[in-house]
């Protein structure tokens, strides 16, 4: 690929530099690093670089956008030393990780939409206590140790216990515990057992773990969802939040198309 790129007019590094807004140094860099083949020397000793050398270093500042600085570079070293399967590699695993994203936003959109409240309703909490199951003392019960009420009902306006919220969601009360501990619901505690009560907020909470893990995510993919979710009091603020999500995503769309045209203008002239 260098011998053909090597033919054609003569251009300075402030040729190419100029074309990009970039400095010569810049673009002696792009060489170094293997971006650009290397240049033919003048009797001189300056650098002669040719349009296939101004093609390599369109190509690459137009993969950076979608690709990422190192995998752009790395896909430009791999073409420019003949390795194209490995470029390809490379960017399909951008696109492959784009696609990724793509699934992670429409499995949130989805779970969102399955708490948003039906019209007419209402999400806000009260401040009552539910209401502690018949036998319990007024001795607050140890949180990590002392069994908590699975089987009462969980009264009142202010929240449910464990067993009730597990039984609707399907699953068992550890594994609500489990959600707590990775910080994606915070239920409260009940001040004279002591027993975990989830207000409207921790349902909401618990019922976004169970859908996002149900569409196969991490509790560490989960967990800054969650908090976002309670930073922005609930899920109607982050419907900007997503819009932006999804615009970000069509730009990365958009800007892997350009690389890839960029490229293969590249790909093209070093084969002529």
Not at 25 to 53: I, M
């Amino acid at each position: 690929m260098e011998e053909n790129l090597q033919t054609g007019r003569k251009l300075r590094p402030v040729d190419l530099a100029r074309a990009h807004g970039l400095s010569t140094q810049a673009v002696r860099n792009y060489e170094e690093a293997g971006v650009l083949p290397p240049a033919a020397r003048g009797e001189n000793g300056y650098r002669a670089y040719t349009p296939g050398h101004a093609l390599a270093l369109a190509a690459f500042l137009a993969l950076v956008p979608g690709h990422g600085h190192a995998t752009a570079t790395a896909v430009m070293r791999a073409v420019n030393r003949g390795a194209c399967d490995e470029a390809f590699r490379l960017i399909d695993l951008s696109h492959a990780q784009l696609a990724e994203d793509r699934r992670t936003l429409e499995a949130v959109e989805r779970a969102l939409r399955d708490l948003a409240p039906a019209p007419g309703t209402t999400t806000a909490t009260t401040t009552t206590t539910a209401t502690a199951p018949p036998g319990a003392t007024g001795t607050a019960a140890d949180p990590d140790g002392a069994p908590e009420p699975e089987g009462a009902t969980g009264g009142g306006p202010g929240g449910r216990f464990i067993g009730p919220l597990a039984r609707e969601l399907g699953v068992r009360p550890a594994t609500l515990r489990k959600w707590e501990a990775a910080g994606l619901v915070r239920p409260r505690r009940d001040p004279l057992t002591g027993y975990r009560v989830y207000d409207a907020a921790a349902v909401r909470d618990a019922r976004l773990a169970h859908q996002l893990r149900r569409g196969g995510y991490l509790l560490e993919q989960i967990a800054p969802l969650a908090e976002q979710v309670r930073a922005a009091g609930g899920l109607e603020p982050l419907e900007a939040a997503l819009g932006a999500w999804r615009a970000r995503l069509s730009a990365r769309g958009r800007a892997l198309l350009a690389g890839a045209a960029e490229l293969e203008a590249y790909l093209r002239a070093a084969v002529k």
